[in-house]
């Protein structure tokens, strides 16, 4: 079955770094678009970094130039590189992947706090 598993989450400094990961089975990796979500308390949920299945990006205006998402489709994985973190990228973030139909991942909490 199709498995998305989220990891590198963690408490952070506000202009801290972290980078999340995403593995995925069950599915042809190359075939997929894959995106990272986020959620934060009382809000819904919104993109912030896409990837399609030939490498071109995508980025949610409110992280552009602080955020990289990447692929290895090796490792069918995507990567979600976050420096300068702010306290509003608090959230929990999801990963998603898309052909004909959707999966999304259980998510993992990012918390920017000093």
């Known amino acids: 079955q199709v498995q998305l598993v989220e990891s590198g989450g963690d408490l952070v400094q506000p202009g801290g770094s972290l980078r999340l990961s995403c593995a995925a089975s069950?599915?042809?990796?190359?075939?997929?678009?894959m995106s990272w979500y986020r959620q934060a308390p009382g809000k819904e949920r919104e993109l912030v970094a896409h990837i399609n299945n030939g490498g071109s990006t995508m980025y949610a205006d409110s992280v552009k130039g602080r955020f990289t998402i990447s692929r290895d489709s090796v490792k069918s994985a995507v990567y979600l590189q976050m420096n300068s973190l702010r306290p509003e990228d608090t959230a929990i973030y999801y990963c998603?992947?898309?052909?004909?139909?959707?999966?999304w991942g259980q998510g993992t909490q990012v918390t920017v706090s000093s």
């Open positions: 998603r992947a898309q052909w004909w139909v959707e999966y």
């Open positions: 069950g599915f042809t990796f190359s075939d997929a678009a």
